[in-house]
């Protein structure tokens, strides 16, 4: 529905971000407004026409692709659109009809947004109709200038003659944006609509920078503009120094103990500068601008030019040291510009080196006695343990069989199989301190086939008091453990040989009666 009967132009850009840049970013109200008076008109060679005609005049709308990269926001832009209405839009999405105003339409620039036409009558031809055209001023890269040029004879119904003419413009490079007050053949100048924007829209609603009648940019007041700017008025945003930066954080670096880690690498790149870039690493780690060599601790400076530093890649990596550096920020800072920060951290690891061998002494044991156990002690980032057995010392390692805690720092080998084996423990240790060492070789562990004690002489089923009895078993054996009932000289006495652990015959001679079992 129309509800406006004078002539209002808005120019409306829209930001469609084609990659993502972390870090704050300039808003539409944090743009430098600036307005000046007896600007003229720019023009092109080669401009591409939109004429009006009696289905489009209302509200038509266009679609097209920017000549040069353009920065809004912070974010690049090559796509655009733009409607009879008054509004230029960036991004794929077109602009369609809208009407309304900037807190709606965001991220968008307005030169006079209402519901307007470009005016066409059943008389009306190629050269009394409405249009929009857009091209390229004379000027080469990286400094051209891309204008959109309305030219509106009607403001309301495709009726009411009311010429009147007004560009918007989009600087490469320093991403400035102009809205030029042409001129107007309207019976009064006085004769916007009440309800006209002019300004920048931000990405979020609460975001805009609102030009009133009087000339004067406001962040907090959405002011309606009924009031033609005057001919020849020009109306300048320029945004603030901006940094962009590909990254708000890295990946956690990993690295040995005094050894650099593996590089990572972010881009950054800065507009409308008036000061060089400085990217300072934070402690514990260095920075170049070129993979795999040229790392130092020391700030690298990016070196404006016409207020612009190319997209840099910077190429990070934790320095060599002996532990994990604290958590911090690379910063990259200018003056003027939102400073960005990237988040680095990191870990060092300790190398692997064994710091306590298990013995190497000789063990022997009967089938089924336990041996003593081995241990080692290593440092170094979770380090894995595989005792290793072999049957001569030196040569046919593999796992060891039976046992326990063949996969820990302390092992007893078993003892279940007669034989002769020969211990080790490798260890291994994995990223960023890969490594793999073994521990001296131990033994080697004897396991003998356990005797089966049997009397080769004892006494017969009777025996008398105060007569010897000999008792022997075999002999060339060891740990021999004789059990006697009774008390020595009160029971019996030992007429020769011993009791002792290296004995195999005793003689005894019983000094009490009853049943008697050695």
């Not at 947004?113 to 009306?124: C, E, K, P, R």
């Not at 080469?140 to 009311?162: E, H, T």
Request: proline share 4%.
């Amino acid at each position: 529905m129309r509800n406006f009967k004078s002539f209002y132009t808005k120019l409306v850009v829209l930001v469609m971000m084609l990659g993502i840049n972390f870090g704050l970013k300039s808003q539409a109200n944090t743009y430098t407004f600036a307005t000046s008076t007896g600007q003229t008109a720019l023009t092109s060679s080669a401009w591409t026409t939109n004429q009006a005609t009696s289905t489009n005049c209302d509200d038509g709308s266009f679609t097209g692709t920017l000549p040069f990269t353009f920065v809004y926001e912070g974010t690049s832009y090559t796509s655009f659109s733009y409607n009879y209405n008054g509004v230029v839009k960036l991004g794929s999405t077109s602009i369609g009809a809208a009407t309304s105003g900037l807190t709606t339409n965001g991220p968008i620039i307005a030169a006079g947004f209402n519901d307007i036409s470009a005016g066409w009558t059943s008389t009306s031809t190629s050269t009394n109709a409405g249009y929009v055209r857009h091209g390229l001023t004379s000027a080469s890269a990286p400094n051209r200038v891309f204008v959109i040029d309305f030219f509106i004879r009607n403001s309301l119904l495709c009726s009411s003659a009311r010429n009147t003419q007004f560009q918007v413009r989009l600087y490469e490079t320093s991403n400035k944006i102009e809205i030029l007050f042409i001129t107007t053949s309207a019976a009064t100048t006085n004769t916007w609509s009440t309800l006209a924007r002019i300004g920048l829209g931000g990405a979020s609603s609460s975001n805009y920078l609102s030009v009133s009648g009087s000339h004067v940019a406001s962040s907090s007041s959405q002011s309606s503009t009924p009031n033609w700017p005057g001919n020849g008025r020009m109306y300048t945003f320029t945004p603030p120094p901006t940094i962009v930066s590909s990254a708000s954080s890295l990946t956690a670096f990993s690295a040995c103990q005094n050894t650099a880690s593996a590089e990572q690498n972010f881009s950054v790149s800065g507009s409308n500068l008036t000061a060089n870039i400085t990217v300072t690493p934070p402690a514990g780690f260095e920075i170049s601008t070129t993979s795999g060599s040229g790392f130092s601790t020391a700030a690298i400076t990016l070196t404006q030019s016409g207020g612009t530093v190319a997209t840099t890649t910077i190429y990070v990596r934790m320095a060599a040291q002996s532990s994990s550096p604290t958590t911090a920020n690379i910063t990259c800072a200018s003056t003027g510009a939102t400073t960005q920060n990237v988040s680095v951290s990191g870990t060092v690891s300790t190398a692997l080196s064994i710091t306590g061998q298990p013995t190497t002494t000789a063990q022997s044991q009967c089938q089924g006695a336990a041996f003593t156990a081995l241990s080692t002690t290593v440092t170094g980032t979770s380090p894995s343990y595989q005792w290793q057995q072999s049957a001569d010392g030196s040569t046919g390692w593999t796992s060891a069989v039976g046992g326990s805690g063949s996969t820990t720092a302390t092992f007893t080998p078993s003892s279940s199989t007669v034989g002769v084996l020969y211990y080790r423990c490798s260890i291994t240790s994995g990223a960023p301190c890969s490594s793999a060492l073994t521990t001296s070789v131990c033994g080697p562990f004897t396991v003998s086939t356990a005797p089966s004690p049997t009397f080769t002489a004892q006494a017969g089923a009777s025996a008398c008091i105060g007569v010897d009895v000999t008792y022997t078993t075999q002999s060339g054996q060891s740990s021999y453990v004789w059990t006697v009932p009774g008390v020595l000289n009160t029971d019996y006495s030992i007429t020769s040989g011993s009791l002792s652990s290296t004995s195999n015959s005793v003689t005894l001679k019983w000094l009490t009666t009853g049943s008697k079992t050695v």
